[in-house]
């Protein structure tokens, strides 16, 4: 080809020159300057490593001062173009090639390919594999489930299944204690991180758990949150310190009395919030906590709202309901229909009962559309009339599988100096309280037996609770200091670091501590499972709490029997409430959800009988039984089994979890890991089986792979594995090291364009063919979701000489296996032959896919209607019984649908990559 000066080339041995522009021709040798990196270089004209620009119809053009053009036509002058088009203003303007933007980046397959840029085949096929993965990855049920490393529980996936996927996320996770809620609220966090539909989270829990939360979001799901604490608010330089980062954890109490920082959070936005021991936030008819007003604003302010509690009764009904209203003011709107519901959920769950056994009951409520299948009337029902959507709450009796509890009583004789002082039953039941100093552990026999029993029971680690900071510490000291007992004591005084420590301590196997001595603090929402002995040193007023206490080891995780020790003061309020909690309510071997109601019921005969116990405390007991007998009975069959069934349905779980497992097992992520190392130049090496070493080296293609340590990384594509050896990394195809390694190779242009060359029979030498694959493009808002009804479907063609589509005939994976690769100079000449040939071809392949597109459109605008239209009949239908869904709610999912279906209709292909293939 002939040189000009003023034309524009591009080097294919050095494609971040930019564009050139010819400035000099002498002879045999041509000077092009290179704006862009403002260098100039000199060629000999024979063997210069050019490729000349030329953009066509279609293209996108822009120039040195800005304008971008789409352009519309090209005009040859004299050896120079001149680019016709339109501006972003419909205007029509021209352009000489003088005028092009140096900063060109060759991206488009045809660009590259056509100015000499090729990939290796092999990255070609990555590339193909990628958009492979990605389209699977986008429509798999299990999108957003895959990557934590926690065994795959079926109560848990069905509840992030469910919950993961909604557009607004906002429910009541009341799971009984130590059932996962901390596990299944990471894998919706996760799940909506993924998918896209969550940015911004932001987490509020108990200062005690902060630590603990921290660890569990990373180490099970890889996420990073960042802990705001006084220290890291106070690093703040003015900005708001809530819009600084995108996944935030913090104290609830860290608001307290702080209205510049509770403004600060209320103007941040956030897609989610999440609040873990949500029963902490009471409301009543009076008024409001200050936390509970904080996170009403806060509800109101974002679309996901995530609500932790294993008793969601534990400061009365009222804040309860208040809670769900919180969650979903259109479906929970009165406290009065909500309670005079609940007495209907025994024959709304007759109702449920009979639909199961496919028998339409007479007495359905009317707003129940009675044409639809009988799974989907239940749906309705639970909606409408039963616990909701928003709740879920799955129980040792559903899940099973988890061991029993034991209860051993010690009675103790009460010493002469606790019999006078008691005046109130707080003090009844912690009579050492009064005492300022520590005398009481030198009289108190339960100060004496604890040693004994902790001697006796070594070393098997025990955990120890009681009411107050002050016992703790005093309790610990003389266990420590005279008793040479190793502990560690766990209290509201110590800083966040000192608790953790002291966890820490009592967590270690082998030089940690025999028995950790906590503060009420110490029994919500820790882990202490790997211990079984626990040893209540008083006991809480409140049928919830001594439930939270149990939990601390009654926990997903428990090896064996818990063994519950109770000392007690033969005589006292002690023994009195220790006999209801056990003969009464028999909480402490069966857990229940009612306690609190059972408590309500009976406070006004039980406070008396803890001042004195009168010959009206058997009663008491018989009358409890009776009552807390029927009570489960009730709620086992009317609002438990409700929830069971909102809660957990196995036919719905059990699928995805199969569907997860068979990707593990299959080979394809190892191998897919394989290629995508040897792109990227990441040396990969046999660990043992299913685990691999990774391993940077000097030569890797962009300088950097995500997620991989300079000194190496193993990692394990075994969950089993990756759940016994905390040091592998556990590679899912959500892990982030795929996650963003796939996103490289989908953003950037690695292995878009190809060329090779292959032998096929019955095919003369020299023919062409174009290997093409397009995606759809969908340019839509993140929050409308759009991939979800339109994901990236790969499109691949083969377009022979005549323009016939050979895709199915000679599919990717065997012609990869058959094709050569060409050495560079041959395909420099083969391009400048072909030039022409390449375009018509594409422009075949190209009209053909558009024909698919119009197909695939077509079914992705009917899903999403349909799914979203099941979303907008259900409020309707809830509008219908409750009148305060306002109308512009439903208009909001009206606009969103008609938005989705606009994107939709706009949607594009996009060419991903383009391999020239010429028979020999
Ligand atoms: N699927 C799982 N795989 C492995 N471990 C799990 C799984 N689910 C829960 N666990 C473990 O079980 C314990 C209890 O889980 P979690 O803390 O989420 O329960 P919780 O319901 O939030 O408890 P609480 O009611 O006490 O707040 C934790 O140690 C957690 O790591």
Redesign the pocket.
């Known amino acids: 080809m002939e040189y000009t000066v003023g034309q524009r080339w591009v080097s294919h041995a050095d494609a971040q020159l930019g564009l050139g522009i010819v400035v000099d021709i002498d002879g045999r040798r041509v000077t092009l300057s290179f704006p862009a990196v403002d260098e100039e270089r000199t060629y000999a004209i024979d063997t210069a490593p050019l490729t000349r620009l030329r953009f066509k119809e279609g293209d996108h053009v822009a120039t040195i001062d800005g304008v971008e053009l789409l352009v519309t036509g090209v005009i040859e002058d004299r050896g120079l173009l001149l680019y016709r088009g339109t501006d972003h203003h419909d205007e029509e303007v021209v352009i000489s090639e003088l005028e092009l933007n140096a900063f060109v980046q060759l991206t488009t397959p045809q660009q590259r390919l056509l100015n000499g840029h090729f990939d290796r085949n092999d990255d070609f096929a990555l590339r193909v594999a990628t958009l492979d993965h990605l389209d699977r990855l986008q429509r798999s049920d299990a999108r957003g489930l895959m990557g ?6 079926t109560h ?1 996936v069905y509840i992030a299944n469910e919950v993961g996927k909604r557009h607004s996320p906002r429910v009541l ?1 009341a ?12 894998m919706i966090i996760q799940q909506q991180l993924l998918t896209g539909r969550s940015q911004r989270v932001l987490v509020m829990v108990p200062e005690s ?1 902060l630590h ?1 939360w921290l660890v ?1 979001m990373l180490r ?1 799901f890889n996420l990073r949150f960042a802990l705001f604490d006084a220290e890291r608010l106070a690093e703040a330089d003015g900005d708001n310190p809530f819009e600084s980062e995108q996944l935030i954890l913090c104290a609830s109490d860290l608001f307290q009395g702080q209205d510049t920082l509770k403004a600060a959070a209320l103007a941040a936005p956030w897609d989610l919030v999440v609040v ?2 949500a029963h902490h936030l009471a409301w009543s008819e009076s008024g409001s906590g200050e936390d509970y007003q904080l996170v009403e604003t806060l509800a109101a302010r974002s679309r996901g709202l995530l609500l ?4 969601p009764e534990q400061v009365g009904q009222a804040s309860h309901f208040a809670r769900l209203r919180l969650l979903d003011p259109s479906r929970f709107h009165s406290l009065e229909a909500f309670q005079a519901e609940e007495q209907g959920y025994r024959a709304l769950s007759a109702q449920v009962e009979a639909l199961q056994a496919n028998e339409i009951p007479a007495d359905l409520p009317e707003d129940v559309d009675t044409t639809e299948g009988a799974d989907d009337i239940i749906k309705q029902l639970l909606d409408r009339h039963g616990t909701g959507r928003v709740l879920f709450r799955n129980t040792r009796a559903a899940v099973r599988g988890f061991p029993e509890r034991h209860l051993h009583r010690y009675p103790l004789t009460p010493p002469e100096q606790y019999t006078h002082a008691v005046v109130d039953v707080d003090e009844k039941l912690h009579p050492e309280r009064p005492f300022i100093d520590d005398s009481w552990l030198g009289f108190d026999p339960r100060v004496n037996w604890l040693e004994e029993k902790l001697k006796s029971l070594r070393p098997q680690k025990v955990l120890v609770i009681c009411a107050s900071a002050d016992t703790a510490v005093a309790l610990e000291h003389h266990l420590q200091m005279r008793a040479g007992i190793r502990s560690s004591a766990f209290y509201e005084g110590l800083t966040i670091l000192e608790r953790d420590r002291a966890a820490a301590y009592f967590a270690d196997d082998e030089n940690g501590a025999q028995t950790l001595v906590c503060s009420e603090i110490g029994s ?4 202490f ?1 790997f211990a079984h002995h626990l040893i209540l040193f008083d006991l809480p007023l409140n049928p919830d709490l001594l439930e ?1 206490r149990i ?2 080891l009654d ?3 428990q090896q064996s029997d818990v063994e519950i020790h109770v000392p007690y003061l033969e005589g006292t309020a002690q023994e009195v409430l220790l006999d209801w909690f056990d003969k009464g309510v028999n909480l402490f071997t069966d857990s229940c959800s009612a306690g609190n109601m059972i408590f309500e019921r009976f406070k006004d005969r039980l406070l008396p009988e803890l001042n004195q116990r009168s010959g009206e405390f058997d009663a008491l007991i018989a009358d409890t039984q009776t009552f807390t007998a029927s009570t489960r009975e009730e709620l086992r069959e009317g609002r438990d089994r409700l929830l069971e069934l909102n809660s957990c349905k196995p036919s719905v779980a059990e699928p995805v979890i199969e569907q997860i497992l068979a990707d593990e097992q299959a080979d394809t992520l190892q191998d897919y890991l394989e290629s995508l190392c040897d792109s990227f130049g990441v040396e990969h090496e046999f660990h043992s089986e299913q685990c691999l070493i990774l391993r940077p080296t000097e030569h890797m293609l962009t300088g950097h792979f995500p997620h991989l340590g300079e000194e190496g990384t193993t990692v394990t594509f075994s969950r089993d594995i990756a ?1 016994a050896r905390e040091d592998l990394r556990f590679l899912t195809w959500e892990h982030p090291m795929l996650v963003e390694a796939m996103d490289m190779v989908h953003s950037t242009e690695l292995g878009n364009a190809a060329i090779a060359t292959l032998k096929l029979k019955g095919i003369p030498a020299g023919t062409m063919l174009l290997e093409t694959v397009y995606t759809v493009n969908c340019v839509a808002p993140r929050e409308l979701q759009v991939e979800r009804f339109l994901p990236l479907s790969p499109m691949r063609l083969l377009v022979d000489a005549r323009g016939k589509d050979l895709a199915e005939l000679l599919p990717h994976q065997r012609l990869n296996d058959r094709v050569e690769k060409v050495k560079k100079p041959t395909a420099l000449a083969i391009i400048k032959q072909v030039h022409d040939d390449v375009d018509a071809k594409m422009r075949l392949a190209s009209a053909q896919a558009e024909e698919r597109l119009a197909g695939i459109l077509g079914a992705a605008e009917a899903t999403m209607r349909e799914e979203l239209g099941a979303e907008l009949a259900r409020l309707e239908a809830l509008r219908a019984v409750n009148p305060s869904i306002r109308d512009e709610e439903l208009d909001h999912l009206r606009h969103r649908i008609e938005e989705c279906a606009i994107h939709i209709q706009h949607a594009n292909l996009q060419m991903q990559a383009l391999r020239l293939i010429i028979t020999t």
Request: charged residues 30%; glycine residues 14%; hydrophobic residues 30%.
């Open positions: 934590s490393r926690t065994s795959l529980l848990q996770l799971d009984e204690v130590g059932l996962g809620k901390t596990i299944e609220a990471g758990l603990q569990e099970r873990d021991e932790l509690t294993a008793t919500e929402g820790r882990n499972q939270q939990g601390r926990r997903i995780g759940l």
